[in-house]
């Protein structure tokens, strides 16, 4: 069972926090009824409850921390909390071509971009880089909305860049220092780019202005991540969020593990896959679970 606000928050040109933390109130009691059907089994067949403790918009989190404790506590059974950014890197592990550690992982996503030395399964990945400003998927729905285009904006600016020339122009790369990225520059200056075209030339070159900006955020992402699997003696290379469903970074990527497409967004999948490796609290010590917004 897939549940997704993509198109409720899309009037809105992204993620509105109460509205997303209302929605999952909504939803996450057909979602588990659904699920439970689909796999044609009960809440009797169930013996470890996992759930997303964060990092995240803190609403939603605590509907489904909230629900989690309460199948938990109801049926007496551990509950695993785990880590958001755990899940994305154990959407890996899953069928049909789970990849074992140790390697280098882009996780590319709205909310977080990441370069992560995973050694093992079940042990915390080291962070290597991160961004200093926006995530990978902020700015490209950034960029979608001085484009005039729809929510999300990754989706949106790779459809449109397909028919765009990606070196119409040329957009800088953050050269910050160490491993971390910087996109706020590449947004200031597609933001200079669109305010000083003329409304019909704008129009003419919305796809080439979409496809250099795509191209600068990739090309970010792939140099940082080849210099960070240098620095490491990385063999291999993984990426993981809803940025690695992006065509232009899938391709530049081309000899990574790709993180299947149905499972490069937030699912309940990678949650359960990372459960497997976390250590389970037993009834009833998670009754005082709480969720965290962010790993700061």
Not at 224 to 229: C, L, N, S
Request: charged share 20%; proline share 6%.
């Amino acid at each position: 069972m897939v549940s997704s606000q993509a198109e409720l928050h899309a009037k809105y040109g992204g993620v509105v926090p109460e509205v997303a933390s209302r929605r999952h109130l909504e939803l996450v009691t057909p979602v588990i009824q659904e699920a439970l059907a689909d796999a044609d089994a009960q809440l009797d067949d169930v013996e470890l409850v996992a759930v997303t403790s964060g990092p995240g918009l803190i609403g939603a989190l605590l509907v489904g921390v909230a629900a989690a404790k309460a199948i938990a506590w109801a049926r007496r059974l551990p509950l695993a909390a785990v880590d958001h950014l755990h899940g994305h890197v154990a959407s890996l592990y899953l069928q049909p071509g789970p990849l074992e550690p140790p390697f280098l992982c882009l996780l590319a996503s709205g909310g977080h971009t990441l370069l992560l030395d995973v050694q093992s399964y079940g042990s915390k990945p080291r962070v290597l880089g991160t961004t200093i400003d926006d995530a990978a998927g902020e700015a490209f729905d950034k960029g979608a909305r001085l484009l005039g285009l729809g929510y999300p904006g990754g989706a949106e600016i790779d459809r449109l860049a397909r028919d765009g020339d990606p070196q119409a122009f040329d957009f800088p790369i953050a050269r910050v220092p160490g491993l971390d990225f910087s996109f706020s520059g590449v947004k200031t200056a597609l933001l200079y780019a669109v305010r000083g075209l003329a409304a019909d030339e704008l129009e003419r070159r919305r796809a080439d202005l979409a496809a250099s900006y795509q191209r600068a955020i990739v090309r970010a992402l792939v140099e940082r991540t080849q210099q960070a699997a240098a620095q490491i003696g990385a063999t291999t290379i993984a990426v993981v969020g809803g940025v690695a469903a992006n065509s232009e970074l899938r391709a530049a990527l081309g000899g990574a593990v790709l993180a299947p497409l149905a499972l490069c967004t937030d699912n309940a999948a990678m949650i359960a896959s990372a459960a497997r490796y976390a250590e389970p609290i037993p009834y009833p010590g998670y009754l005082g679970l709480d969720a965290y917004a962010s790993t700061a």
